[in-house]
């Protein structure tokens, strides 16, 4: 198993806490992990992307141009990442403020309201745990024991208290993902 | 096994630097690595080891307290990026004049000047030739994982030790800012003044005691016969890493007939491209240079006769691709592949300006 992974949008939509909660689940259930950043003088409202990669074996290059799942948030995004998927490969979108919907035919697209489902649960923090309960619905590369591990892991203690909400929230995305073009 | 934990390469440095015994770490913050300073002021090790963390007011500053704990046989380090490392390299020529051991992570940004935050490798010259006056070399270890940023601080210090001389590790803003999984070793404590003193009481200014000879720790030697024979001391040490102290890895290279060396970052994205080339048949494979200096002369030297073709790819205009040049001597070509202004190359990049080369 090897999954290559892009998460795109803004700065603040929790984009990289995402994929760091990825990549400890990806520990937990015994793989190897990789997390890259984009970094820059990007803050809240700038773009933001992680280029997670999960794998069975040694990882070499942590830098892709090919993903086997790219993770959208925002419309710059979409312009620079939908031709970055692989055929056959998946692209999740949430709608919010997105004019340019993807075009592919050879990948498989879903979307995922984040923000709408987020704000019926009275969280729009755990904007980015609905997010991942839609990726790992499509792709189930850690189970949701794992994923819990590892918010456990990458979240202060103080607000562990939080975890059964942020767990509620990956249940949500689980369920309300929607398909758009299936192959 | 120990657990492993998710950490970005800089925060690997910071808690390797307080798990081998360092007395000591002067910085000053800078982009892309203000996250080795940041971990051990939360980590506060004067709580614990009493290892000292302070923000100097520069990088010049950094430089000379370093310069001032290693002449008391204490493990001393500074970390910054490009710019501040150039700051810097007047203190690194006294450190290595006055064979000072110490240790520099430099996690390299785009240069010239102010450049760019993103990733680089120019001050590869900077790191190997020199970079302050005068006829000195640094050991210089160039980490390609964050597992290595751990290791290397710890090898680091033993190199500089042994040699009695400032060492570097040259990272960059890929190795800094990624996060893997790193395993945390075993602690070692900090030598106690005793120790120190059984140790380089022969050369460290531990405080006289009677009996023994007044230790002076200078680079400056007025005297054109002394001063020869210190530079003769210098070199000697540098033949004796060249000797001793190469290190590099190996990957695919046994039936290889065209091999990519590369290091840090690189070598990893180019670990990819050699799995692409595997699957179109292409007998490519990697030689990647753990010790930039000493430099795997022999090495190259030893691969080039099963070889049609070498090939350096960096994050700069061409700068180690001189040294294995140097180590070919004209019996094959040796190509290039960078990318400048903070861009990273993906493996299919690389692979394309492989192909592009050999088919010239």
Not at chain 2, 112 to 135: E, N, R, S, W
């Amino acid at each position: 198993m090897k999954e290559e992974i892009i998460i795109a949008g803004f700065g603040g939509q929790g984009v990289l806490s995402m994929g760091k909660i990825l990549a400890y689940s990806g520990i937990m259930q015994g793989q190897e992990v990789t997390w890259m950043p984009s970094y820059g003088p990007e803050m809240r409202g700038g773009t933001a992307n992680v280029t997670v990669i999960l794998s069975d074996k040694k990882i070499s290059s942590p830098i892709l141009s090919k993903f086997d799942t790219a993770i959208i948030l925002n419309q710059q995004s979409m312009d620079k990442f939908e031709d970055g998927v692989k055929p056959g490969g998946l692209l999740i979108y949430d709608p919010n403020g997105i004019t340019r919907h993807p075009k592919r035919k050879d990948i498989n697209v879903c979307t995922i309201a984040a923000v709408d489902l987020s704000a019926e649960l009275g969280n729009s923090k755990a904007y980015n745990m609905v997010v991942l309960g839609a990726f790992l619905s499509k792709k189930p590369i850690v189970n949701l024991e794992n994923v819990i591990k590892g918010l456990k892991k990458s979240i202060p203690e103080r607000h562990h208290s939080l975890i059964p909400m942020n767990e509620q929230a990956i249940k949500v995305g689980m369920e309300k993902i929607q398909v758009i073009n299936s192959l | 096994m120990a657990e492993k934990i998710l950490m970005k390469g800089n925060e690997a440095i910071a808690h390797a630097a307080i798990r081998c015994g360092c007395d000591g770490y002067f910085g000053y913050p800078i982009t892309p690595q203000s996250e080795i300073m940041e971990t051990l002021m939360e980590e506060q090790p004067w709580e614990t080891t009493g290892m000292v963390v302070l923000q100097a007011e520069s990088e010049t500053s950094s430089i000379n307290m370093i310069y001032g704990g290693a002449c008391c046989g204490k493990k001393v380090m500074t970390s910054s990026s490009s710019p501040g490392v150039s700051l810097m390299c007047e203190g690194l020529s006294y450190l290595a004049g006055a064979e000072l051991p110490c240790l520099v992570v430099n996690v390299v940004r785009g240069g010239p000047g102010l450049g760019t935050i993103q990733p680089g490798q120019g001050d590869y010259f900077q790191a190997v030739k020199g970079g302050g006056h005068g006829d000195y070399k640094m050991v210089v270890l160039a980490p390609s994982s964050a597992q290595e940023m751990y290791d290397f601080v710890d090898l680091s210090f033993e190199l500089a030790f042994k040699y009695r001389t400032p060492a570097m590790i040259l990272a960059d803003g890929v190795v800094g800012q990624m996060m893997e999984t790193v395993e945390l070793r075993p602690m070692k404590p900090r030598l106690t003044n005793e120790q120190i003193i059984e140790k380089y009481s022969s050369w460290a200014t531990t405080g006289k005691t009677p009996g023994r000879k007044q230790n002076v720790v200078t680079s400056l030697a007025l005297d054109s016969i002394i001063h020869e024979q210190l530079n003769n001391t210098l070199q000697a040490k540098y033949r004796k890493m060249e000797e001793d102290d190469v290190r590099f890895e190996e990957i695919m290279c046994d039936d290889a007939e065209h091999v990519i060396v590369a290091y840090g970052c690189m070598a990893r994205i180019c670990e990819s491209t050699v799995e692409m080339a595997r699957k179109e048949g292409i007998k490519l494979g990697l030689l990647r240079p753990i010790t930039l200096f000493p430099f795997p002369t022999n090495e190259i030297n030893r691969l080039v006769p099963q070889l049609k073709t070498m090939m350096s790819v960096e994050l700069s205009a061409g700068q180690m691709v001189e040294d294995v040049r140097l180590a070919v001597n004209g019996r094959i070509p040796v190509n290039f592949f960078g990318r400048l202004g903070g861009i990273v190359p993906s493996p299919d990049e690389v692979f394309e300006a492989f192909k592009k080369a050999i088919n010239k």
